[in-house]
Antibody, heavy 116, light 107 residues
Framework: AVQLVESGGGLVQPKESLKISCAAS????????MYWVRQAPGKGLEWVAR??????????YYADSVKGRFTISRDDSKSMVYLQMDNLKTEDTAMYYC???????WGQGVMVTVSS | DIQMTQSPSSMSASLGDRVTITCRAS??????LSWFQQKPGKSPRRMIY???NLAAGVPSRFSGSRSGSDYSLTISSLESEDMAIYYC?????????FGGGTKLELK
């Protein structure tokens, strides 16, 4: 069965950095585009970032709200995807979900809180 | 960006009712439309993909349809386990955009 397990969340201050991770299993990771989607407390879903596969040059895409501050990356040898978040803002406070391919499977999410 | 206008934002219905939720796309998205169900404290669950295709393990009382730029999720006979928030998602163009959500409650 597909498993996506996020980790690395926590409480940080504005302008600080944080890197969250997602460990994938149960499918051929190297063949799947990977995504991060977030949900602020009590709000709807917002797509954050996407990374494609090696044949697609690991192309990356970002929401305008995080462009220039967040970086998505992957390590196919470890079946891991990461989200490096720099210059965090209070409005980045959210549950961050990892999802794969056609978004059929999602992780349990990891909470990131940005507050002074 | 493509806007997905979802309606209603909330609704209450009785067990056994037929329920329909709609998303309207601001541009042509073909059939690149998915529906997700989210229960409190849980991750989203994909219910429908390709506008009309039932995802694996989803009960057959759920169905998706399209009429022009309007996409609908229908529950033919509401059950208590269906109480949740439902979101549509277009994935034809970047950035992918979600509808605002429909909170479905028991009357």
């Amino acid at each position: 069965a597909v498993q996506l397990v996020e980790s690395g969340g926590g409480l940080v201050q504005p302008k600080e950095s944080l890197k969250i991770s997602c460990a994938a299993s149960g499918f051929t990771f190297s063949n799947a585009a990977m995504y991060w989607v977030r949900q602020a407390p009590g709000k709807g879903l917002e797509w954050v970032a996407r990374i494609r596969t090696k044949p697609n040059n690991y192309a990356t895409y970002y929401a305008d709200s995080v462009k220039g501050r967040f970086t998505i990356s992957r390590d196919d040898s470890k079946s891991m995807v990461y989200l490096q978040m720099d210059n965090l803002k209070t409005e980045d406070t959210a549950m961050y979900y990892c999802t794969a391919g056609t978004m059929a499977d999602w992780g349990q999410g990891v909470m990131v809180t940005v507050s002074s | 960006d493509i806007q997905m206008t979802q309606s209603p934002s909330s609704m209450s219905a009785s067990l056994g009712d037929r329920v329909t939720i709609t998303c309207r796309a601001s541009q042509d998205i073909g059939n690149y439309l998915s529906w997700f169900q989210q229960k409190p404290g849980k991750s989203p669950r994909r219910m429908i993909y390709g506008a009309t295709n039932l995802a694996a393990g989803v009960p057959s009382r759920f169905s998706g349809s399209r009429s022009g730029s309007d996409y609908s999720l229908t529950i033919s006979s509401l059950e208590s386990e269906d109480m949740a928030i439902y979101y549509c998602l277009q994935s034809i163009q970047y950035p992918p955009t979600f509808g605002g959500g429909t909170k479905l409650e028991l009357k």
